[in-house]
């Protein structure tokens, strides 16, 4: 115990008040310390759950994803021509065909990024996104879980899954877009209070002129809205927010998504997209459309955010409908092909984190500002990152001439060769892009039927009936990997004639 003297007060001689002495006397000083010490701690915590999936993904500089580069195709053509194409114009095969840019807003901007900053531009982007997933990720999680340690880890737990996605494509901004949606649905619910759907049309405009999985993101309205009128009969969890405002926000929503270059008809293309999954048996070489294969890290802690998501929604008496909802929907997608793995993530770490009963007063309240400067912490981090590794277009384009064929696009451009051009499914996108030339296929799987893309990949395989591929027959120019079976057939085939080579690829023309 402190020493204490007693004060008689001058108006009041009969009364008498203590006064802390010693240890005591200091008690707030010291608690005010100690508070501000564990808000600083709690800052750099968040600053490193901001940063270190960017790191990841510039560590990983993703930059040879064949994807991405008919995507940079198309933004270099809307940039040319000043609309967006309906109707293919890349391909020889398909030529004329409708094909609707329906990511046309992505492939914007990475072409301009492009532009401006060279391979860099990718890598940044990547980077870029990643940095704001994981901001509106710890977001969503602390909205739900007041403990902030449980809340860190849920949130750097759920971003460290997704490096897998750490690529330059239009899903990152699907993921981002269903991290808010979801914390603005699931806030909603919790309160009651409305004016944060007034986002949701903003956000679907957004999102139908970028990637076309926005469909999830109203699929997840929809059951939203549908646990609201379920609700006012007694049917599972109450909650707060009234079924009318769910299904204005479900019905605004839609009509946003309609304020694109193709008007109602990207419904059309969604329902071909769903309806026409590829079944191409040539597509089983395509890693991303695969169902999980369990054999990272990674991939188990997926699996486990499914079953702790499971068993905690079991615990409840009476059933979370949306919740409920929403993991039967991530299952049926995530599991199915693991491009889709962040539905599931995101799902069960937002189940989890309104679950967990952690001590909401077990750390102090974060101050105002707090996630402003962890994020210019972490994008300072990022920055030292890229010096660090020294990431540069010099470095990153080594990476694309180790894993592209950017000497055989040389060797055409500077020999003049014309086309037909004839090529594999993987290099089509490049040399879309590389080449300015029409391609036989591309990485554009749903656009291409499963017969035209099991032939390519057969003729590539060099099985018995290659030499009959109208395609191939059609081609005045051949290019593929030096060490696939249809190059070595053409070494020894009359009508076409080897003119470049290196380690990678193979050149070859026809005779004429």
């Not at 009969?14 to 200091?26: K, M, N, S, T």
């Not at 909603?188 to 949701?200: C, F, H, I, P, S």
């Amino acid at each position: 115990m402190g020493v204490t003297r007693l004060i008689e007060p001058a108006d009041a001689p009969e009364e008498r008040r203590e006064i802390p002495l010693g240890p005591e006397r200091d008690q707030p000083v010291c608690a005010k310390r100690i508070r501000r010490a564990d808000q600083i701690g709690q800052i750099a915590v968040l600053a490193a759950v901001f940063a270190a999936p960017v790191l990841i993904c510039i560590h990983k500089s993703s930059v040879t994803d064949p994807d991405v580069w008919w995507h940079l195709r198309a933004g270099d053509w809307i940039l040319q021509h000043h609309r967006v194409p309906h109707t293919d114009v890349f391909s020889w095969t398909n030529a004329g065909k409708p094909w609707p840019a329906y990511s046309w807003l992505f492939e914007l901007l990475i072409a301009k990024l492009v532009q401006q900053f060279g391979v860099v531009g990718l890598l940044g982007y990547s980077a870029g996104m990643v940095l704001g997933i994981c901001v509106a990720m710890s977001f969503l999680v602390r909205r739900l879980q007041g403990d902030f340690t449980y809340a860190a880890v849920l949130a750097f737990s759920a971003c460290f899954s997704l490096e897998r996605m750490f690529t330059p494509r239009p899903w990152l901004f699907t993921i981002l877009f269903f991290v808010l949606e979801l914390s603005i649905l699931m806030q909603a619910r919790k309160t009651g209070r409305t004016r944060e759907l007034l986002w949701l049309p903003l956000l679907f405009w957004l999102w139908s002129n970028i990637h076309i999985e926005f469909i999830d993101g109203l699929i997840v309205l929809g059951i939203a809205a549908a646990e609201a009128a379920l609700s006012r009969r007694g049917i599972g969890v109450r909650t707060r927010i009234q079924f009318r405002w769910l299904l204005a926000a479900f019905i605004g929503s839609g009509l946003a998504t309609l304020v694109n270059p193709f008007g109602w008809s990207i419904y059309r293309i969604v329902f071909d997209y769903i309806s026409r999954a590829p079944q191409s048996a040539g597509l089983n070489g395509v890693a991303e459309l695969h169902s999980i294969p369990f054999r990272s890290f990674p991939d188990f802690l997926v699996l486990f955010f499914a079953l702790a998501a499971a068993a905690a929604l079991a615990r409840n008496r009476r059933p979370q409908l949306f919740e409920l909802g929403l993991l039967i929907f991530a299952s049926v997608v995530s599991f199915h092909a693991q491009r889709d793995i962040w539905l599931m993530i995101t799902v069960a770490v937002a189940i989890l984190a309104s679950s967990i009963p952690g001590e909401r007063n077990a750390s102090p309240k974060l101050p105002h500002g707090a996630t402003t400067v962890a994020l210019v912490a972490a994008f300072l981090v990022a920055w030292a990152g890229f010096r660090t590794l020294h990431v540069t277009n010099n470095s990153l384009q080594e990476r694309v001439t180790a894993a592209l064929p950017e000497r055989a696009v040389d060797a055409i451009r500077t020999n003049g060769y014309a086309g037909p051009l004839y090529n594999d499914y993987n290099w089509g996108g490049y040399l879309m892009w590389a080449l300015q030339m029409p391609v036989s296929i591309d990485g554009r799987g749903a656009f291409y039927s499963d017969e035209a893309i099991d032939r390519s990949v057969a003729t590539w395989g060099g099985q018995s009936d290659w030499s009959s591929d109208p395609q191939l027959k059609a081609a005045g120019l051949v290019i593929g990997p030096a060490m696939a079976p249809l190059t070595q057939l053409l070494r020894l085939d009359p009508h076409f004639r080897l003119v470049y080579e290196d380690q990678l690829a193979a050149v070859f023309v026809a005779h004429r």
